[in-house]
């Protein structure tokens, strides 16, 4: 019992302690408020701060329009207004006194289950107190000092007050702030005459502006509006024929939509996610931000945007590691489709001397192991090398590459190149783009940079330097570079690559006449023959151009058509980018070509053998082949397919009136015996045949008769016919003597 009482004393103890830790955190965290009489809301300035954007030549191209927005009283706004906002964000309003326990505690019980921050709890006031007085961060202190303003702000300001100020001050994306300003932008209309779908529409976008966006995401905008709707007839603020008439309405926004330029987006993305802030705090604290943007170049593509079908492109300067030009949502994570293949099933292969562009391999159905992908047009091309198979985009020699490799070393090249791969990841499938997570747009342009640079990563920057609104930087560009492949092994993909361009699965591209321009193409599509994803990459020394379309809803009905795929509608926009591109910049440079890569001839009659054999001195022109390799893995076996011809000897005989031509030799010839009299110019046919023995009985000729004997080497059957000789004759006389040398084929182009 002693030592039962001495456990729960100290476990006591424990529960004080912790108690008394907990508590003077808690005090310490709140006396770290700067100004704890600093909530006043009658005397608040909510738009004070605008952020000024830069091109790659300090010209300035973008202020938001900050100090140009306006507040409303909430009484002037019709009652579903502010009750849309409540019923989606924060039920209890009217009954809390800042925080909701209860929420509280059932988030916290969620998230400790979920392992991760699945469920907030912050009820309205807290959001306005985050919003106006403190960051964005997410640790333990930030949300004490938020609990603590968000109960001395209940004790000071009526309900009315606080839900009018937190209308006029949340942020709704596409540089709205505030429900009068957004309401202005997205329908054109004040926020005193918003009808229920509208309000509704708002209240859902301001959860994350960017995924809600009437713009950008309407289908999920839609799904929230009408989630929205659901709560307030849930919460009988309206009625059920109100309710269905409301979810009825078409998401319409207004004809003159102030809508951000794409490139600005993402500017304010990037700019979100390095300085780890919100899109709201970014623009509403003073920051300047300088970027790479060559203004020129973005006018022109940015007229590429289309208004309907989702779309993205990024311009990268490979020397400089700068994003020079953009539209679209360029950090959407989408499935890499092939473009994924050089990285996963060639590079590692070449690295190790599995393979070169020259190795034989066989596209035809086959079964790895339950896994049966098919290529793209349903067919199969059967032998045929590595470099058709690239340029070609065939699946089932791609499959089959990254067989021939460990797995993890593959995976793990693929991602030190930028490809976003898991663990999950780590089957054949990845081959063919199939990832769990999928890469960014610009991570992907970004591995294709590196191949330009032959083999070196470096850092892909949009944004050059922020500095806040003191003047003090707070973020410079790095300039980061590692070599993560060989020099040999991307120029020889890249020379793949500008086959691809030329006539694979880019060939849409040979219309620019660029001889430096290498490409890759890759689609995803959908179980129903539709895709929802089309990449065309193109590069040359200077630049990387990327070009996709896709539909990133997840509705079927969105989906691009069956024509519609990397070769067809990227690989169209990708030539009106170099269009403007080249008419900025038309730098000529070919990929400069490492000491350690060669060009070797081959034997053609041995790749169909599938053997990587040299030519020899004797091959003709038209069995040979010529390809890169690394010198370090190339071939050093010479073929023996032409060689020269081992010469019989002839034997003749005479014997009671008769003449016997005979011999005997290690390869087959053909052979053809001719008679031409005297009188005549034309050869008579005698006999033929093919075979390594001769043996003619002939009447010994008159004098005016002479036979001829035609012989040729016969290495094969399969080359002979295909090949030419030149004639050699053997004449025999009357007198049974040869004239002229008995000669024949060396199989040499002569």
Known sequence: ???????????????????????????????????????????????????????????????????????IEIESVPDFVPQAFVSIEDKTFYQHSGLNYGRI???????????????????????????????????????????????????????????ETYLNAIYFGNGSFGIESAAQNYFGKSAASLTLPEAATLAGIIKSPKTYSPIFN?????????????????????????????????LKTSDNLNNFDDYIQEILRETSSILNKSERDVSCSGYKIYTNINSKLQDKIAKLKSETKENAALVIDNEKGKIIATFGNISERRQPASTIKPFVCYAPNFETGNLSPATPINDDATNFGGYSPR??????IGWTDVRTALSQSLNIPAVKALSYIDLDYAINYAKKCGFELQNSDKNLAVALGATQTGTRIKEIASAYS????????????????????????VFLAPNNSENVMSPETAYMINDVLKDCALDGTAKKLNTLNMSNLAAKTGTFGANDGTNTDAWCVSFTPKFTVLSWY???????????????????????QSVKIWESLTSICDDKRDFACPTNVSTYSLDTLSLGQQKLELANELTPERYKKSDL??????????????????????????????????WEAEEIYNYHLYAKTKNSQNLLSIISGSDKKLNFV??????TTEYYLLVKSKFSDNVSEQTESKTYYVSISNLGETKGKFGFWKRKTE
């Open 1 to 71: 019992m002693k030592k039962i009482a001495k456990c729960f004393l100290i476990l006591f103890l424990l529960v004080v302690l912790i108690i008394l830790s907990a508590g003077i955190y808690v005090i310490v965290t709140i006396r770290q408020i700067s100004n704890p009489d600093i909530i006043n809301l009658d005397n608040l300035n909510l738009y004070n701060n605008q952020y000024e954007i830069y091109d790659s030549e300090n010209k300035h191209i973008s202020t938001n329009s900050i100090a140009g927005q306006k507040t």
């Open 105 to 163: 505690i059932k988030a916290g019980v969620t998230n400790l289950l979920s392992g991760y921050a699945k469920e907030g709890a912050s009820t309205i006031t807290q959001q306005l107190i985050k919003n106006i007085y403190l960051t964005n961060e997410k640790t333990l202190s930030r949300k004490i000092q938020e609990a603590y303003l968000a109960l001395k702000l209940e004790q000071g300001y009526p309900k009315e007050k606080i839900l």
């Open 218 to 250: 309407p289908q999920n905008c839609l799904e929230r509006r009408n989630l929205v709707l659901k709560n307030m007839l849930d919460d009988k603020v309206i009625t059920e024929p109100e309710y269905l008439a409301a979810t009825q309405a078409e």
């Open 375 to 380: 290529n793209a047009n349903g067919k199969y």
């Open 450 to 473: 590196l191949l330009a640079n032959l083999g070196c990563k470096k850092s892909i920057n949009l944004i050059n330097k922020i500095t806040d609104h003191t003047g003090k930087t």
């Open 550 to 572: 896709g539909n990133t809803s997840g509705k079927a009905e969105n989906n691009l058509s069956k024509t519609e795929n990397g070769g067809t509608i990227s690989a169209r």
């Open 629 to 662: 390799f690394n010198t370090k893995f190339a071939p050093v076996k010479v073929s023996n397919n032409f060689k020269i011809a081992t010469i019989p000897i002839l034997n003749l005989t005479k014997n009671q009136g008769k003449l016997t031509l005979d």
């Open 698 to 703: 002939l009447d010994i000729p008159t004098e």
